[in-house]
């Protein structure tokens, strides 16, 4: 059932992460509004929900009354105001750039009502970086889901200083209400728990790469086969996006000024080609027969 008075979510942004966040909600029963600025990405969010769903229940994995309900809840527009007006919670799920999300925060304050709730699915940039940009600082927090975030159980809940205890435990409980499980950071910290971790796995395989010390597929057999990983960093890369990667990376050195922060040099080959990963059909390896 939803919790403290929570029906209505918005998710911002209908990418990957943003479409599979807006189906988690949905299918827990509450009115999701998703919303892009760019109609391709939209229809084909609203083409796999559409699939999605009759899959689940074809494979016995939900039942044909959850399905119906979930579709009946889940709505898309290119219109913010429309997905935004009636929110209890939205879900910032765009670019990893500050200033556009700066840019999203500071309208969806002036549209959503003053008990609404701004989390952002950001995995690194802090939201006190962004609830400058409003007027309800204390209702602003990470709300991180890990990709594919329908599948992934774990929610990172960050509160910043800015940030109410009330607005966290609201955020806790509604994780959990969605079948997730939470972890709460009390302070604010660049890359979180899991991607701090990752980050110096990924960053230790890059420069293995660079220096040509090993092919990505070695690199990744032997963290898949040693460490035990599901799959190894250039994989991961991969289904995560290296363009993501790239503008994390960017990020960090501008905000820091240390040239170690800067993309490695295959990030950077990679990002200038378009081979992002699976989104583009090519990225440290060939997904063109999948697409």
Not at 38 to 44: A, D, H, I, Q, Y
Not at 243 to 266: C, F, N, Q, W
Request: net charge neutral; glycine share 6%.
């Amino acid at each position: 059932m939803p919790v403290h008075g929570i029906k209505n979510v918005c998710v911002v942004g209908a990418g990957n992460m943003g479409h599979q966040i807006a189906l988690c909600f949905a299918i827990a029963g509450y009115q999701v509004k998703c919303t892009d600025i760019n109609p391709e990405v939209l229809k084909k969010a609203e083409e796999f929900a559409d699939r999605y769903l009759p899959e689940r229940v074809a494979k016995g994995k939900m039942s044909e009354e959850v399905a119906r309900q979930a579709r009946a809840n889940l709505s898309f527009t290119l219109d913010l105001k429309e997905a935004a007006a009636d929110a209890d919670v939205v879900v910032e799920a765009i670019i990893e750039k500050l200033d556009a999300k700066r840019e999203l925060f500071a309208r969806l304050d002036e549209i959503c009502p003053p008990h609404t709730i701004l989390a952002t699915n950001s995995s690194f940039i802090v939201s006190s970086k962004i609830a400058t940009a409003t007027r309800r600082p204390e209702k602003v927090c990470n709300m991180h889901f890990f990709n594919p975030a329908l599948v992934m159980k774990l929610v990172e809940v960050v509160k910043g200083p800015h940030t109410a205890q009330e607005t966290a435990q609201i955020i806790l409980d509604l994780a959990r209400d969605i079948g997730k499980v939470p972890v709460l950071l009390q302070k604010e910290i660049y890359g979180f728990l899991v991607n701090r971790i990752l980050s110096a796995i990924t960053h230790e395989a890059l420069y293995l790469y660079d220096m040509g010390i090993a092919s990505h597929e070695d690199i990744d057999r032997a963290v898949e086969l040693a460490l035990g990983h599901p799959m190894g960093p250039f994989r991961l890369m991969d289904l995560t996006g290296i363009d993501l990667s790239y503008y994390i990376a960017m990020e960090r050195y501008r905000e820091t000024g240390d040239p170690a922060h800067k993309p490695s040099p295959v990030i950077v080959e990679k990002f200038v080609k378009k081979e992002w990963g699976r989104k583009t059909g090519k990225g440290f390896y060939d997904y063109s027969d999948a697409k």
